[in-house]
T-cell receptor
């Protein structure tokens, strides 16, 4: 069956360190994978999209990798700050145009 | 990114009643989506709403329970009908990123703030 799994439900990181979140999937062949940030009481906010022919993408302190052989994406936040504390969701292309399927999210807390 | 608003932001409803949630976008978009996010869970797609055609529902969701309207390219409504406590959830609308608008990234989605529904 198809699955998207984000390996940690919750992750606590010391401020200044790099936070690494994992997203694994099975029985999908997505053309792209995306990462979103969700704060309590708000809708998800798009962060980064990486396509199947891209190995890595960066945006400021964020870096995403996409390994279609391992069926895995890693999401890194370098020089983490307490303001980075949020739930991070990975999402990939589902069946049908524009449909996204979301992982269950990882709740990241950056401790001062 | 697109500015998306939802009304109401939250509501508390009685079992057996219905609630209509509105989603307004500040630009014209072809595809709008409705999601449900149950407490502590991730997002589950309910249906895709295209202007001028019937909404397309995902497995486990039916039109009688979640009727959707899409009268134009900037507006959609989702009705949660004959509610039960199991319908307590956050309901979110989203719109596709469009390659035609320079600030929207193709293949992404932009979400509204959500409607928090509690059914007693």
């Amino acid at each position: 069956s198809q699955k998207i799994e984000q390996n940690s439900e919750a992750l606590n990181i010391q401020e200044g360190k790099t936070a690494t979140l994992t997203c694994n999937y099975t029985n999908y062949s997505p053309a792209y994978l995306q990462w979103y940030r969700q704060d309590p009481g708000r809708g998800p906010v798009f962060l980064l999209l990486i396509r199947e022919n891209e190995k890595e993408k960066r945006k400021e302190r964020l870096k995403v990798t996409f390994d279609t052989t391992l069926k895995q994406s890693l999401f890194h936040i370098t020089a983490s700050q307490p303001a980075d504390s949020a739930t991070y969701l990975c999402a990939l292309e589902g069946q049908g145009a524009q449909k996204l399927v979301f992982g269950q999210g990882t709740r990241l807390t950056i401790n001062p | 990114s697109a500015v998306i608003s939802q009304k109401p932001s939250r509501d508390i409803c009685q079992r057996g009643t219905s609630l209509t949630i509105q989603c307004q976008v500040d630009s014209q978009v072809t595809m709008m989506f409705w999601y449900r996010q149950q407490p502590g869970q991730s997002l589950t797609l309910i249906a895709t709403a295209n202007q001028g055609s019937e909404a397309t529902y995902e497995s486990g969701f039916v039109i009688d329970k979640f009727p959707i309207s899409r009268p134009n390219l900037t507006f959609s409504t989702l009705t949660v009908s004959n509610m039960s406590p199991e319908d307590s959830s956050i309901y979110l609308c989203s719109v596709e990123g469009s390659g035609g608008a320079e600030v929207l990234v193709t293949d992404t989605q932009y979400f509204g703030p959500g409607t928090r529904l509690t059914v007693l």
